[in-house]
C-alpha cells in the first residue's frame, strides 16, 4: 500500500483539485448546456419538459429583445475596450518614465480597480444625478449644457461605459507596465545608436515588443467586460426601458423575475459560446504576434 501511494503521490495530491474543478466548475457548465433543452419554469408546478432546439430557435428567430441585447453587449465591450486599451498604454508609457512621487501616483491611479462595481456604480449614480450631481454640475462650469446621462436611453450605455472605463484602465495600465519592465534596454541602446527619435523607439521598439502583453491585457478585458453584470444592475437595471440590457442582464432577468430556467440556461450556453469564441480569436492573434516578432 506504502509502495502505491508513492508511487502515485503526485496524482493523489492533484485529486482534491481535480474534485474540485469538476464539482465547481464542469458541473454546472454541463448542468446548464443539459437545462438549455429543457422547457422549465419555476412558476409552474409542471415538470421540466424535453423541447430538444425549441430555445435556442425561440431565441434566435422569435425573440425581440435578444439581438438587441446582443449587440448592445458588443457595443458596450468595444467602446470601454478601445478607451481602457489606448489609455492604459499611454498611462504605462507615461508611468513607466522616473519623476518624483512616481510610486505614490501609481498607488493612487491603481485604487478604483480596488473597489467593487457594485459601490462603484453606486457612488457615480449619484455623481451622473441630473440635477445635483456632480457631473453636470462640472459642465456647467465649463458653459456646457447639462446632460441626462444614465436617466437618458441614449446616453446610458455611454455613461456605464466611461465609468467601466474609470475603473479597469488601472488594469490595463498594470499590466502594461509589466510588459514595459521585461523589455531588454539593449533594443533601445541599438536604435539610439541608429539615430532613432522617441516616436520611432515607440512604433518600431516598444510597440511591437509590447503587443503580446497588450492582447493579453485586451483578452483579459474582454471577457470581463462582456459578461459585466454588477456595474450595470447596480446603476440602471437594463433600463431605461431596455437601452442598458444586455445579455447578462436579459439572462438574469429570464430567470430570476420570470423564472424561465430552461429559456435562461439557452441564453447563457449562446453567451459562453460567443466568449469562448471571442477568447479564441484573441489568443490566436497573439499566437501569430508572437511568431511574427
Do not use: C
Not at 428567430?61 to 458596450?76: C, I, K, L, Q
Not at 465591450?77 to 522616473?98: C, E, S, W
Amino acid at each position: 500500500m506504502g509502495m502505491w501511494i508513492e508511487r502515485h503521490l503526485k496524482f493523489i495530491f492533484l485529486f482534491p483539485s481535480i474534485i474540485f474543478v469538476l464539482l465547481m466548475i464542469a458541473y454546472p457548465i454541463g448542468y446548464t448546456f443539459y437545462l438549455s433543452f429543457f422547457e422549465w419554469s419555476m412558476s409552474s408546478l409542471q415538470p421540466p419538459e424535453w423541447v430538444f432546439f425549441d430555445n435556442f430557435k425561440a431565441l434566435l428567430f422569435d425573440d425581440p429583445r435578444f439581438w438587441p441585447a446582443f449587440f448592445r453587449t458588443f457595443y458596450f465591450t468595444a467602446l470601454a475596450l478601445v478607451f481602457q486599451t489606448v489609455l492604459g498604454v499611454a498611462i504605462a508609457i507615461l508611468f513607466n518614465r522616473k519623476f518624483r512621487g512616481n510610486q505614490l501616483v501609481k498607488t493612487l491611479f491603481l485604487l478604483p480597480m480596488v473597489a467593487t462595481p457594485v459601490a462603484v456604480g453606486l457612488v457615480w449614480l449619484l455623481i451622473f444625478e441630473p440635477s445635483i450631481g456632480f457631473a453636470n454640475q462640472f459642465l456647467n462650469s465649463l458653459g456646457i449644457n447639462p446632460q441626462l446621462w444614465i436617466a437618458s436611453p441614449e446616453q446610458a450605455l455611454p455613461s456605464i461605459a466611461l465609468v467601466d472605463t474609470w475603473q479597469w484602465t488601472p488594469m490595463i495600465t498594470l499590466i502594461t507596465l509589466a510588459g514595459l519592465s521585461s523589455i531588454p534596454s539593449e533594443y533601445y541602446e541599438a536604435a539610439a545608436v541608429d539615430g532613432a527619435n522617441s516616436w520611432q523607439n515607440f512604433w518600431k521598439v516598444t510597440f511591437p515588443l509590447l503587443l503580446p502583453t497588450i492582447f493579453s491585457a485586451v483578452l483579459l478585458r474582454v471577457i470581463d467586460a462582456i459578461k459585466q453584470f454588477d456595474l450595470i444592475y447596480a446603476m440602471t437595471r437594463g433600463g431605461p426601458g431596455f437601452s442598458t440590457e444586455t445579455l447578462n442582464i436579459y439572462g438574469f432577468v429570464n430567470g430570476f423575475q420570470y423564472f424561465k430556467l430552461g429559456y435562461t440556461s439557452a441564453i447563457l450556453v449562446l453567451f459562453f459560446m460567443i466568449v469562448l469564441g471571442i477568447s479564441s480569436i484573441i489568443m490566436i492573434l497573439r499566437k501569430k504576434t508572437e511568431v511574427t516578432l
